[in-house]
T-cell receptor
Framework: AQSVAQPEDQVNVAEGNPLTVKCTYSVSGNPYLFWYVQYPNRGLQFLLKYITGDNLVKGSYGFEAEFNKSQTSFHLKKPSALVSDSALYFCAVRDMDSSYKLIFGSGTRLLVRP | DSGVTQTPKHLITATGQRVTLRCSPRSGDLSVYWYQQSLDQGLQFLIQYYNGEERAKGNILERFSAQQFPDLHSELNLSSLELGDSALYFC?????????????FGSGTQLSVL
């Protein structure tokens, strides 16, 4: 069965510092991976996706993610964090048995302090 | 604003009751997805419709049902409600031909069962 794991419930970082939100996946075959962000009282917003190609994927709001096949990871990164980046971040993988659904991780709360 | 509209934003009801959640997808989107978000279960895929037809089913209880109408809006019906059904219910839509590679989420309906 396909799954993603987000090992950290919360990540704290100071504004201006680089941030990393971790995600590991377990799939059979080539994974389709995604990151979404959820701001308070809002729905999820798409940040970026990895389907194939370059291992470094660039997305919205200055975020990027690095696909690492050997480590089965897809960590979300940003070189310089902003207070406004504070939100809940979800990693997701396409279910290869049912391509119509995304399987989401448990979410990681990012807190950027001024 | 994602363009996906969900009503109502909040719903408070009692155990044993039945409620209907409504979703209007973005203009031009044919697919509608329903997700349930709760503290203990995280984000769970419930069901997907494409142009009026059911495409995929996830962890949807038999007490729950959904449909997509000719004008492409969708309704999620929850019956014989239990305390554990309290959650945030999201609807999402995706552009034709993209599968679920990029979902646009509504702001959700917060259901409280008392």
């Amino acid at each position: 069965a396909q799954s993603v794991a987000q090992p950290e419930d919360q990540v704290n970082v100071a504004e201006g510092n680089p941030l990393t939100v971790k995600c590991t996946y377990s799939v059979s075959g080539n994974p389709y991976l995604f990151w979404y962000v959820q701001y308070p009282n809002r729905g999820l917003q798409f940040l970026l996706k990895y389907i194939t190609g370059d291992n470094l994927v660039k997305g919205s709001y200055g975020f990027e993610a690095e696909f690492n096949k050997s480590q089965t990871s897809f960590h979300l990164k940003k070189p310089s964090a902003l207070v406004s980046d504070s939100a809940l971040y979800f990693c997701a993988v396409r279910d290869m048995d049912s391509s119509y659904k995304l399987i989401f991780g448990s979410g990681t709360r990012l807190l950027v302090r001024p | 604003d994602s363009g996906v509209t969900q009503t109502p934003k909040h719903l408070i009801t009692a155990t044993g009751q039945r409620v209907t959640l409504r979703c209007s997808p973005r203009s031009g989107d044919l697919s509608v997805y329903w997700y349930q978000q709760s503290l203990d279960q995280g984000l769970q895929f419930l069901i997907q419709y494409y142009n009026g037809e059911e495409r995929a089913k996830g962890n949807i209880l038999e007490r729950f049902s959904a449909q997509q109408f000719p004008d492409l809006h969708s309704e999620l019906n929850l019956s014989s409600l239990e305390l554990g059904d309290s959650a945030l219910y999201f609807c999402a839509s995706s552009p034709p031909g993209t599968g679920n590679e990029k979902l646009f989420f509504g702001s959700g309906t917060q259901l409280s069962v008392l």
